[in-house]
Every structure is written in C-alpha cells, then in structure tokens.
Nanobody
C-alpha cells in the first residue's frame, strides 16, 4: 500500500555528517509514526529515532544530541540529520512508516507497517 524509498547514504569520515531522506508514496493514506532503524553487520535491527504526526520525537540514547529526525507531512517524507558520526554508526539504515489507508470518503481502511529497502551508511575512522 505504501512504498518507502530511502536516499542519502554513503561513506563519510568520523566526525562528519550525512542526511538521510525517505519518501512515502501510495494511494490515499495517513502516516501516524515514521521512524529510522539501523542494522549493523551481524547485529539485530535497532531503533534510532521516531517522529509522530504532531511532531513528537524520540531518540535512542546512542544518537541523542547527534541525530535529528524531522518530517514533512505535506510531502510524506522523513529525514534523519546525522552529525558527529562515529564508526559504530556504520549500518544499513531503514525507514519505517506506520499508518492506515483511507477511502475516497476519508474512512479508515487497513493498517500498514511499511519498510524501505535500506541505505548503507559507512563511517570510516
């Protein structure tokens, strides 16, 4: 129902910055919460940051003060500004969106929990 496409990953030196973006597309939907997760090699996927529709944010302790999540509801996009990057931030970063489809009359239809394909972030020491 909703497709997510991430962009902005790449290779950066420790201390540098990157900005990830994620665009949602589909037919008639509303997204409640958008989030960024990451998964390093041989590790479990972990939550990085979330942002709700009103704009409330939460962050994992390991990124507080360095990363900032934001969203543009009109464009159905979410971004992650990553500063002061560390080698341990190296991972594939995934965009996640939780919401529901909407009928042409505005009625709530089925829920969705969608994931993007991921974008690689590599931080060199």
């Amino acid at each position: 129902q909703v497709q997510l496409v991430e962009s902005g990953g790449g290779l950066v030196q420790a201390g540098g910055s990157l900005r990830l973006s994620c665009a949602a597309s589909g037919v008639a939907f509303k997204i409640n919460t958008m989030a960024w997760y990451r998964q390093a090699r041989e590790k479990q996927r972990e939550l990085v940051a979330t942002i709700t529709d009103p704009g409330r944010t939460t962050y994992a302790d390991f990124v507080k003060g360095r990363f900032a999540i934001s969203r543009d509801n009109a464009k159905n996009t979410v971004s992650l500004q990553m500063n002061a990057l560390k080698p341990e931030d190296t991972a594939v970063y995934y965009c996640n969106a939780i919401g529901f489809a909407v009928s042409r009359w505005g009625a709530r239809l089925s829920d969705f929990d969608s994931w993007g394909q991921g974008t690689q972030v590599t931080v060199s020491s």
